[in-house]
């Protein structure tokens, strides 16, 4: 018994530390290949959500930058697993008459392995000044399919009485998943989580409406200083949002106006 104990206990370490580096390595592949650069250009330390100036202007500018055409460089995909333990027994997992979902999936009151998720990305270029970030993603624990962050772009660039604009439209399907710095809530600290451990039950709204809603919002950058953005959201339909794997869905009165003001230096 003690030889199996450790045997766990080594698996979840294992399992952890994949977790940790798969979930944080947010570097797409496919932007690496379409650049040519190395994901350190991008991404601080080389991993994490958290973007270096070149980052933000190549999300800034759409996703278009790089020289390399082949549509398979576009590609890229990531699978998470975890081991959760908790200090109590949750008498919830595995409870149909709390969580259906979960008791259809066999989880025990305590000491779960998982596969969390499996994700396929398109990044990159999709045509000229146009390109976008796609998430598909397979929830292992609500067994169930969905269109993740998601942030198609358009941009371009002028000067224009002897000021730079880089200026755009994002049509995105998460509140702050287009956010230029990477820090607000979709791509916010902490970036892993058991999705079989209790979390934090309050927060502001704009961090629970994950993907059930769609938008649109116009920015732009003036001499790589100022940034201003605005636009609105609504929900999708309550049978879209059953269709991508939601069992609570949500529902707006009218459309959610959405604006941002950041000043860098």
Same mark, same amino acid.
């Given at each position: 018994?003690?030889?199996?104990?450790?045997?766990?206990?080594?698996?979840?370490?294992?399992?952890?530390?994949?977790?940790?580096?798969?979930?944080?390595?947010?570097?797409?592949?496919?932007?690496?290949?379409?650049?040519?650069?190395?994901?350190?250009?991008?991404?601080?330390?080389?991993?994490?959500?958290?973007?270096?100036?070149?980052?933000?202007?190549?999300?800034?500018?759409?996703?278009?930058?790089?020289?390399?055409?082949?549509?398979?460089?576009?590609?890229?995909?990531?699978?998470?697993?975890?081991?959760?333990?908790?200090?109590?027994?949750?008498?919830?997992?595995?409870?149909?008459? !709390?969580?259906?979902?979960?008791?259809?999936?066999?989880?025990? +009151? /305590?000491?779960?392995? %998982?596969?969390?998720?499996? #994700? *396929? $990305?398109?990044?990159?270029?999709?045509?000229?000044?146009?390109?976008?970030?796609?998430?598909?993603?397979?929830?292992?624990?609500?067994?169930?399919?969905?269109?993740?962050?998601?942030?198609?772009?358009?941009?371009?660039?002028?000067?224009?009485?002897?000021?730079?604009?880089?200026?755009?439209?994002?049509?995105?399907?998460?509140?702050?998943?287009?956010?230029?710095?990477?820090?607000?809530? !979709?791509?916010?600290?902490?970036?892993?989580?058991?999705?079989? +451990? /209790?979390?934090?039950? %309050?927060?502001?709204?704009? #961090? *629970? $409406?994950?993907?059930?809603?769609?938008?649109?919002?116009?920015?732009?950058?003036?001499?790589?200083?100022?940034?201003?953005?605005?636009?609105?959201?609504?929900?999708?339909?309550?049978?879209?949002?059953?269709?991508?794997?939601?069992?609570?869905?949500?529902?707006?009165?009218?459309?959610?106006?959405?604006?941002?003001?950041?000043?860098?230096?």
């Amino acid at each position: 018994m003690q030889t199996l104990r450790t045997g766990l206990y080594l698996l979840a370490a294992i399992l952890l530390l994949g977790v940790f580096f798969s979930r944080s390595a947010q570097a797409l592949p496919s932007f690496a290949r379409q650049t040519g650069m190395a994901c350190a250009m991008c991404h601080t330390q080389a991993f994490g959500p958290n973007l270096t100036s070149y980052g933000r202007q190549f999300k800034l500018n759409g996703y278009t930058w790089g020289s390399n055409d082949s549509i398979l460089s576009r590609f890229g995909g990531m699978a998470m697993g975890s081991f959760t333990n908790t200090k109590k027994d949750n008498p919830e997992l595995g409870n149909r008459e !709390v969580d259906p979902a979960l008791a259809n999936r066999h989880f025990n +009151a /305590n000491n779960n392995l %998982a596969m969390d998720e499996a #994700s *396929a $990305f398109f990044g990159g270029r999709v045509f000229k000044n146009m390109g976008a970030f796609v998430q598909l993603t397979y929830d292992g624990v609500g067994s169930a399919f969905a269109l993740d962050n998601t942030d198609i772009r358009i941009a371009d660039e002028q000067d224009w009485l002897g000021q730079n604009f880089v200026y755009g439209v994002s049509f995105n399907n998460n509140p702050t998943v287009q956010d230029l710095w990477n820090t607000t809530p !979709v791509w916010g600290f902490p970036y892993v989580g058991s999705p079989l +451990a /209790n979390g934090p039950s %309050a927060g502001p709204a704009i #961090s *629970a $409406f994950e993907t059930q809603l769609g938008g649109a919002t116009l920015y732009s950058m003036i001499n790589d200083m100022l940034f201003l953005e605005a636009g609105a959201y609504t929900n999708f339909a309550r049978y879209a949002q059953k269709g991508m794997g939601y069992r609570d869905t949500i529902k707006l009165d009218g459309a959610a106006p959405y604006w941002r003001i950041a000043l860098q230096k």
